[in-house]
């Protein structure tokens, strides 16, 4: 292995301890001096042998990587370990309020069974939690410490910035935590929290020692000329004490809830319109068209429930189930985690407004294209939203399917659908090349027509579509 084979992963490099580095498609993660003994002290334990074969700690292991590579990449590394690759990274801002939740109760359930064995996490961020279907699983090996008498749980400010803070501003405010994170990379902090609760949500379990307190805490060390982390270090401060810590916040999280179950789009395949028979058709064109090939990941815009991403999942690895509707997502994301599915990853995303590059230089958190790219696309009931209610054009549209390089069954719902119908009722009628006809011109020059068939008495028409040029702009 040659430095020139090693490409750096911008989403790390604010660990000093130990940064992730790719060759191929394996994942690597070069180690400091210091994160070397404390991953030699980790891999001695059952705890990780335990959590590694339970799947909730990333597969890792030690990696034969030449020290003079390391040191060409940065003289503070020493040493390197091995990570399983998982099938795809997503960011919390993209998850529904389960799934933060699930993860957050991971996190704390993790500092509980290290500090059994002497060790504990040092950092407690919600990007270090990752997703194989609806598993949850700990990503960031270097965050495990040897833990001392006297040494707090030093990630519990970070803990309740990126879990407690945002599941809570949702069960108590009914406002959606995914802006805040998207807007925050380091969450939302105790003196924001602090001011956005009315005095009735100071009553809620939890609240004020995990929120007041800390907020009041947090100014009083502002001001102090002393070392509050040495100053603990003095204290008898036991591993019970944590864990009472850690005892209450899970109880705290165990008890909020999003609130509604219901939205506008959530029970759409329940309380649709649309006959049995033309629903058959389209799940057969789906199946059809899905059934061509083994595809290696597939990405369904605009899931809703899942329907269609569990028909793709039979001739798929992997499908990113994603839609804008997190009350829809919460249900499907429900069902698959009572199911045990590792093969299919839901995500709340509004694709007319989808996550960007983030954080430091634009390049710690990838917009979606740049993480992994799609060789099937399911997109179906979706573009006359976009069109119509977000006012994309739909030769936008059309280019914006075509840049995925991916084969595509879209479905186009005409004007004369109800749905198109209902969108336009109150609006006025500037559409002017929402058409059929004009949508046919556009595919035509960017992609191959391999299959069609309509439903719904021809309002709706149904096409599987392989790219003339794969990513053509």
């Known amino acids: 292995m040659t430095t020139t084979d090693l490409k750096i992963d911008g989403g790390s490099f604010r660990d000093r301890e130990g940064r992730v580095f790719y060759r191929d498609d394996r994942v690597f993660r070069a180690l400091s001096a210091s994160a070397l003994e404390d991953w030699k002290a980790l891999s001695e334990t059952d705890f990780f042998r335990r959590t590694s074969a339970d799947g909730r700690l990333v597969a890792t292991k030690p990696a034969e990587i030449p020290s003079a590579d390391l040191h060409q990449l940065s003289p503070v590394w020493v040493a390197a370990i091995e990570h399983e690759r998982l099938p795809f990274i997503s960011y919390p801002y993209e998850w529904c309020f389960g ?211 569990r028909i793709a999942a039979e001739h798929a690895d992997y499908v990113i189930a994603m839609d804008g509707d997190d009350q829809a997502v919460e249900r499907l994301y429900s069902a698959l985690r009572s199911e045990g599915n590792e093969r299919i990853l839901p995500l709340v995303l509004n694709l007319a407004d989808p996550s960007p590059d983030l954080g430091w230089n634009g390049k710690e958190r990838k917009a979606l294209p740049r993480r992994d790219r799609p060789e099937l696309i399911l997109s179906l009931a979706l573009l006359h939203h976009l069109a119509i209610t977000t006012n994309i054009p739909l030769a936008d549209l059309v280019r914006w399917l075509a840049s995925f390089g991916a084969h595509i069954v879209v479905e186009f719902v005409r004007r004369s659908d109800p749905m198109v119908e209902r969108l336009l009722l109150n609006r006025d009628d500037i559409y002017h090349d929402y058409h059929l006809i004009e949508f046919e011109r556009l595919i035509e020059k960017r992609f191959r027509t391999l299959d069609r068939t309509t439903t719904h008495q021809g309002s709706r028409v149904l096409f599987f579509l392989e790219p003339i040029e794969m990513g053509s702009p």
Not at 245 to 256: E, P, S, V
Not at 271 to 277: A, C, M, R, V
Request: aromatic content about 12%; overall charge positive; some cysteine.
């Open 99 to 309: 799934q933060l939740r699930d993860a957050a109760l991971l996190n704390l359930d993790l500092v509980s069974e290290a500090l059994d064995e002497g060790l504990i996490l040092k950092d407690s961020s919600a990007y270090n939690i990752q997703w194989i279907g609806s598993r949850p699983v700990h990503i960031d090996i270097p965050s495990f410490q040897r833990w001392q008498p006297g040494m707090a749980w030093v990630g519990y400010r970070q803990f309740c910035q990126h879990f407690l803070y945002p599941l809570m501003l949702t069960a108590f405010r009914g406002v959606s935590f995914r802006p805040w994170l998207r807007g925050a990379l380091d969450g939302i902090t105790p003196e924001e929290f602090n001011r956005l609760l009315c005095w009735r949500d100071r009553f809620h379990k939890g609240v004020f020692s995990h929120v007041y307190l800390q907020s009041k805490l947090l100014t009083m060390t502002a001001k102090s000329t002393s070392s509050l982390k040495t100053e603990l270090r003095t204290t008898d401060l036991g591993a019970e004490i944590i864990k009472r810590n850690l005892r209450g916040l899970r109880k705290a999280i165990k008890r909020l809830d999003p609130g509604s179950k219901k939205s506008e789009w959530s029970s759409y395949a329940e309380t649709h319109s649309y006959s049995e028979t033309d629903e058959a058709v389209k799940r057969d064109f789906v199946d059809g068209a899905a059934a061509t090939r083994r595809w290696r990941l597939v990405w369904d815009f605009g899931c809703n429930t899942g329907t269609y991403s």
